[in-house]
């Protein structure tokens, strides 16, 4: 019991307690001190992170990745693992939504109904990793792809309108304080609270640490890790409204990834993944340290691309340092109870190697800006643009043209990448009002999810430029667009044409509630009526991917495979459906797409893909930038147009020339 008091005691310590007490908290703890270092970092590289503002905006994009945290930290205290977090989190935003609006169910019993669908989904885990003996990993995940499925079966694969009484969770108290980062800290207060003064807490260290000596204690281990998982559903389903609030809608897609986050969180914060350790205030230092990253990085203007990369390397340097400071602590009191009450030599080695490693992650970070900062080119005019995916070469094509554009006008252009996900680009959006941004550029990633987010720049006096898909619920200055209505009728007669009027067609939709998707599709609708020798069989989305399109037109094709033709809403869908078709592509079954991506252009010149409805994604770049400009101006005779359509053309391999 000696080796358990073996800390240096405050007496020695002279009148330097306070200072040194400090030191030593920073040093006990490596996740804070990792933070601390962040945060100094960030402050000296960016005269806007250091705000008010800012810093609540840190809060909130927090707030969802921490709520889940804190009831994956139970499971992972008590050894398990959680994967199923972020699709529970979509399906109980879902349910409330779904019920509350489509169903006409009192607000009150429908988030009832969301809390219940966490729990539930919690309990299946924890009865099937109890009794059904299945591995924490391979229960979870099963339950990850049921919690998604059933989201999409309910919503139908679209966004749905939140309740505008529970869309205030979303909102601010007193117009500043974010009631995200109130539910926050409520929900971090009560997993300390759980932790560490009840019986289930106890249990769950007692699991972790030795799960067979606990069940031969007496404890009924199989009850409690059922209420363990069951926590976690519950955390997860508050996570979900809180984040269906913020987006105003519930999005059948989101949170995907967020379990990785959340365990990243749980580890970082100093838990360990085989059980017993963890607390509360770890976790949340945890997903602070991944928010501070995130938001750092985008004032920064960090590459898109890189910011993966930073952020990778810093949770691993963070964890590395917890890590050591872990085996440092366990060396010195291995040492014996004498000797180790001695803060002298014997700790200067820990105490230095922990300063080394906090420097290396500021380090880390001072070297990935100054290396892949796109950098300010010192103009009073700072434009921000966030697009929905740099995964597809069409919005690569369009950053390229906004890039050459600023470039020529001599603008500062921040560009971000949200990767399909519509809460980052919310904290995107975020951080360019706290950067008082001139103007912003979107290219959302739902047409009414980025609503709240466009609202708050409109709040501020920033001018928003909507590009390829429009906003909804919120002013912005311009739109500029491709005529999408008019490209899916002229894709409808293409490929009526090239069938002679007769035939079976399916159909690959773009991603649910993009006004892209939306406008295509009802174009080739309205198009394809005009010809009634041909029959739709089927439309399945493919959510704009070409590996999705080839795996949804696989499938496709067991059920229709006398199919003569198909239209995709984008040629990354097309060219995955070229490659379901193999030699019937160009030959017995012909395929349209739409965008006239370069790979597009390739597929018609090889004869493959039958056509493609070319849009000007670097000309619609050029514009949105320009009409930024305009915006950004104040003056009245320099005032944007309202909606700026870009024609689009329909391409085959008669006039393909032309445009490569």
Wanted: one cysteine or more; proline letters at 3%; a neutral charge.
């Amino acid at each position: 019991m000696a080796t358990t008091d073996t800390r240096p005691d405050k007496t020695g310590t002279g009148g330097a307690g306070g200072g040194l007490d400090l030191r030593r908290v920073l040093l006990d703890n490596g996740a804070l001190s990792a933070l601390v270092v962040l945060v100094v970092a960030m402050s000296l590289l960016s005269g806007d992170f250091l705000t008010t503002q800012n810093l609540l905006n840190v809060g909130v994009q927090a707030a969802v990745t921490a709520i889940l945290a804190f009831g994956v930290t139970f499971v992972i205290v008590a050894a398990g693992i959680d994967l199923s977090v972020g699709s529970v989190a979509a399906l109980s935003a879902t349910v409330l939504a779904w019920s509350a609006t489509k169903e006409g169910v009192p607000v009150w019993i429908a988030v009832l109904l969301a809390v219940a669908t966490g729990i539930a989904c919690g309990l299946v885990n924890g009865v099937l990793v109890s009794y059904g003996k299945l591995p924490p990993f391979i229960a979870t995940l099963a339950m990850l792809s049921i919690g998604r499925g059933l989201s999409l079966v309910i919503s139908q694969g679209s966004p749905i309108a939140f309740p505008e009484s529970v869309s205030k969770v979303g909102d601010t108290l007193g117009g500043w304080l974010p009631v995200p980062v109130l539910v926050m800290v409520a929900m971090g207060l009560i997993t300390a609270l759980i932790l560490t003064r009840t019986y289930i807490g106890r249990s769950m260290y007692a699991i972790g640490g030795n799960e067979e000596a606990a069940r031969l204690s007496g404890l009924r281990v199989k009850r409690q890790k059922i209420i363990i998982y069951a926590l976690s559903g519950l955390f997860a389903a508050v996570a979900g409204i809180v984040l269906a609030s913020r987006l105003v809608s519930a999005q059948p897609q989101a949170a995907q990834g967020y379990e990785l986050d959340a365990i990243a969180a749980v580890v970082i914060g100093g838990a360990s993944l085989a059980g017993g350790v963890g607390k509360a205030s770890g976790t949340l230092i945890g997903a602070l340290i991944l928010a501070v990253l995130r938001n750092g990085l985008n004032l920064l203007s960090v590459s898109a691309f890189w910011q993966q990369v930073v952020i990778g390397v810093v949770i691993a340097l963070a964890v590395l340092l917890d890590t050591l400071r872990r085996k440092a602590g366990a060396g010195a009191g291995g040492g014996g109870a004498v000797g180790s009450t001695s803060s002298g030599s014997g700790r200067k080695g820990p105490q230095a190697l922990k300063y080394t490693l906090a420097a290396v992650v500021a380090a880390a970070v001072i070297a990935a800006v100054s290396l892949f900062n796109s950098g300010s080119s010192g103009t009073s005019t700072k434009i921000g643009l966030s697009l929905s995916t740099l995964n597809n070469p069409f919005f690569v094509q369009m950053k390229e043209g906004a890039q050459a554009e600023a470039e020529k006008a001599g603008v500062d252009l921040t560009v971000t990448d949200a990767q399909n996900d519509a809460s980052q680009q919310a904290n995107q959006l975020q951080n360019f009002t706290s950067e008082s941004m001139k103007a912003v550029i979107v290219n959302p990633v739902d047409s009414d999810a980025v609503g709240p987010a466009v609202r708050a720049a409109n709040k501020a006096d920033i001018p928003v430029v909507a590009a390829d898909r429009g906003v909804n619920k919120a002013d912005v200055a311009t739109l500029v667009a491709s005529d999408n209505v008019a490209g899916g009728r002229q894709a409808a007669k293409a490929l009526a044409d090239k069938l002679g009027g007769k035939g079976e067609v399916v159909v690959l939709q773009g991603t649910a509630g993009t006004s892209a998707s939306r406008e295509r599709g009802q174009g080739f609708a309205e198009g394809i009526k005009e010809f009634p020798g041909i029959k739709v069989v089927a439309k399945q989305p493919a959510d704009f991917d070409r590996t999705k399109g080839l795996d949804v037109m696989t499938n496709l094709l067991q059920g229709n495979p006398g199919v003569d033709g198909v239209f995709a809403e984008n040629d990354e869908m097309a060219l995955g459906a070229v490659k379901a078709l193999g030699d019937k592509a160009g030959r017995s079954v012909s395929v349209v797409g739409f965008d006239g991506t370069p790979d597009g252009l390739k597929a018609v010149e090889a004869g493959t893909l039958y056509a493609s409805v070319a849009q000007q994604p670097a000309e619609l770049g050029r514009i949105a930038v320009r009409n930024a400009i305009r915006a950004a101006d104040d003056k009245d005779d320099n005032e944007p147009a309202a909606v700026v359509k870009v024609p689009v053309k329909v391409v085959t391999e008669k006039n393909v020339a032309r445009f490569k």
